[in-house]
């Protein structure tokens, strides 16, 4: 299995422009997470799916952020409008359905707004 | 109260010798506990996990729990140079909960 695939690896676009990170989660699992990283705040859950049902959004910062899964192999993570203070890493796990499991992490998106 | 607390660190050691690193969380419904190690510019890296009380040992690696006092550890016995990261202590009542991470350095 290839893991968690992220994409783009590396984002750098204009305050107020609309940015969409992806992700692939590994093939049988039925759990994803999004989850931002910063050297202030350290590694955030801001949103997570069971069977591509969103769970839990309450780490969303702000309505400029979505997240959809359309199906079982594919997520996206939108802001619009971004902004400078949403520059960090945005990391995709993905999990077994067992409160047991450990997540798997993709690569990451290095997002800089300027 | 952070639902999941960690010695902030830095933490330095010499080579060879034992790297301790702390966790405390606050929701007793937890149930299962995790040790990620992060390289600089990497993601996270499952490398222990526990269950139950008690010590869990993996090579080099031993992680203890104690769920009466919310507490587990990870003690690195014989550390390597290669060993220096940051460790993130993550806790899954139903979803996985971080710590802010320990930057640990190993000096040869």
């Known amino acids: 299995d290839a893991g968690v695939i992220q994409s783009p690896r590396h984002e750098v676009t204009e305050m107020g422009q609309e940015v969409t990170l992806r992700c692939k989660p590994i093939?049988?699992?039925?759990?994803l997470f999004w989850y931002r990283q910063t050297m202030m705040r350290g590694l955030e859950l801001l949103i997570y799916?069971?069977?591509?049902?969103?769970?839990?959004d309450s780490g969303m910062p702000e309505d400029r952020f979505s997240a959809k899964m359309p199906n079982a192999s594919f997520s996206t993570l939108k802001i619009q409008p971004s902004e400078p203070r949403d520059s960090a890493v945005y990391f995709c796990a993905s999990s077994l359905p067992s409160p047991l499991g450990g997540y798997t992490f993709g690569s990451g998106t290095r997002l800089t707004v300027v | 109260q952070k639902e999941v607390e960690q010695n902030s660190g830095p933490l330095s050691v010499p080579e060879g010798a034992i790297a301790s690193l702390n966790c405390t969380y606050s929701?007793?419904?937890?149930?299962?506990f995790f040790w990620y190690r992060q390289y600089s510019g990497k993601s996270p890296e499952l490398i222990m996990f526990?269950?139950?009380?008690g010590d869990k040992e993996d090579g080099r690696f031993t992680a203890q729990l104690n769920k009466a006092s919310q507490y587990v550890s990870l003690l690195i016995r014989d550390s390597q140079p290669s060993d220096s990261a940051t460790y993130l202590c993550?806790?899954?009542?139903?979803?996985?909960?971080f710590g802010a991470g320990t930057r640990l350095t190993v000096k040869p």
């Open positions: 799916f069971n069977n591509n049902v969103p769970i839990d």
């Open positions: 526990i269950y139950s009380n």
């Open positions: 929701d007793r419904g937890s149930q299962s």
């Open positions: 093939s049988g699992h039925n759990s």
């Open positions: 993550a806790v899954n009542p139903n979803d996985m909960r």
